[in-house]
């Protein structure tokens, strides 16, 4: 039986993207030969990373002036990697601190310069965006997270700056509509929304690179792997490839803006089912709510053996919360169907009717 899959990550991706990979890992476009046995130099691969790239632009709404790399090592080596590009030798930057993979950003920039964490919702387990902070004026960057994976929470008003802005969108790129010209800088692991992991999406401005004053290992220096159209090194050729579906797959939907009104429906009816059912209460504050990952606890731990059974039997995989908030945690990214998100909720009214 196929499962309800609600992974937080490595996530669901559309059945007929699965489908069209199986069949490209055996024949790809009829060469006789695998997806992964060709040259990533050859055309049919070129084409594909070209292809990829300006889906990218065109379902971001990007201008011209900016660049899009499909590079390795996850969003986690981006946390080394921003800082490295963007902050200048004696500089300092800004970051938000709204959870752990925030919070790992900082290490790892900390390594290169004076960060200085100027909000930080770690007081109640991150179960809020912090606001009303104040934004430096003299730092080279300020760093978000826009949505914070393991606590269900999401930036809904982004930080107002001079500086240059830089998001990690992992886990909620190509959800909703934004302005994403109002940043220099993003990245996304594509393992929550666009593909397998293996790849990471990173989207720039151009005008923005070499001003630091440093000298950067070439593999750390995103204008290496611009000069190189994102083959500086062997490409991820299979999580490329599997993102230009996702991509494809998102544009045949009517693109980002039809994508966040389908996540709009689906949070929606989970969110009503928590705030109504007696059994559950969310974790995030509502204000704050997450469109891509629904956190919730049960308000009796007695309850936790018949829920856990309810949804085991109706299919469902992958809602056990994260180690550090407990409870439960929906993950309902761009390619999870509603009729899924229902089942879930029929899991929690059952329970109130098993216990009432
Ligand atoms: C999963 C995740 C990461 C880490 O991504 P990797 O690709 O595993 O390095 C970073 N930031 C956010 C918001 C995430 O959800």
Redesign the pocket.
């Known amino acids: 039986m196929k499962k309800h899959n609600f992974s937080a990550?490595p996530c669901i991706l559309p059945q007929e993207v699965l489908k069209k990979s199986a069949e490209a890992i055996i024949d790809f476009n009829g060469l006789g030969l695998s997806l992964i046995e060709v040259s990533h130099r050859g055309k049919d691969f070129v084409d594909v990373m070209e292809k990829t790239r300006s889906l990218v632009k065109e379902l971001l709404n990007l201008p011209e002036g900016y660049s899009v790399l499909f590079l390795q090592g996850?969003?986690?080596l981006e946390f080394l990697m921003t800082p490295y590009n963007l902050l200048k030798e004696g500089g300092k930057a800004a970051y938000i601190d709204t959870g752990v993979?925030a919070a790992k950003a900082i290490k790892e920039a900390k390594l290169l310069g004076d960060i200085e964490v100027i909000a930080s919702s770690k007081d109640k387990v991150y179960n809020y965006i912090p606001k009303n902070y104040a934004v430096p004026t003299d730092v080279d960057y300020v760093h978000c997270?826009s949505?914070?994976?393991i606590y269900g929470t999401q930036i809904k008003e982004f930080p107002k700056t001079d500086s240059l802005l830089v998001c990690?969108m992992?886990?909620d790129i190509f959800s909703r509509v934004l302005d994403f010209t109002k940043f220099d800088l993003i990245y996304a692991?594509a393992?929550?929304n666009m593909g397998p992991?293996g790849t990471?999406l990173v989207v720039i401005k151009d005008e923005i690179l070499g001003k630091t004053g440093r000298t950067i290992p070439a593999m750390l220096d995103y204008q290496s792997h611009i000069k190189a159209d994102s083959m500086f090194n062997t490409p991820a050729v299979f999580p490329v490839y599997v993102s230009m579906l996702t991509l494809e797959w998102m544009k045949g939907l009517g693109g980002v803006a039809a994508i966040e009104k389908m996540n709009e429906a689906k949070a929606a009816i989970l969110y009503a089912e928590i705030d109504r059912n007696p059994y559950f209460k969310g974790f995030a504050e509502k204000e704050d709510r997450s469109l891509m990952n629904v956190t919730f606890n049960l308000t009796n731990e007695d309850a936790k053996e018949a829920f856990d059974k309810l949804w085991n039997a109706a299919g469902i995989s992958g809602i056990k919360g994260h180690r550090s908030v407990g409870g439960y945690r929906a993950s309902i990214y761009n390619a999870m169907p509603i009729e899924s998100v229902q089942v879930l909720v029929d899991a929690m009214q059952e329970l109130e009717n098993q216990l009432s």
């Open positions: 990550g996850g969003a986690s993979w997270t949505n914070n994976t990690d992992s886990s692991g393992q929550k992991a990471t």
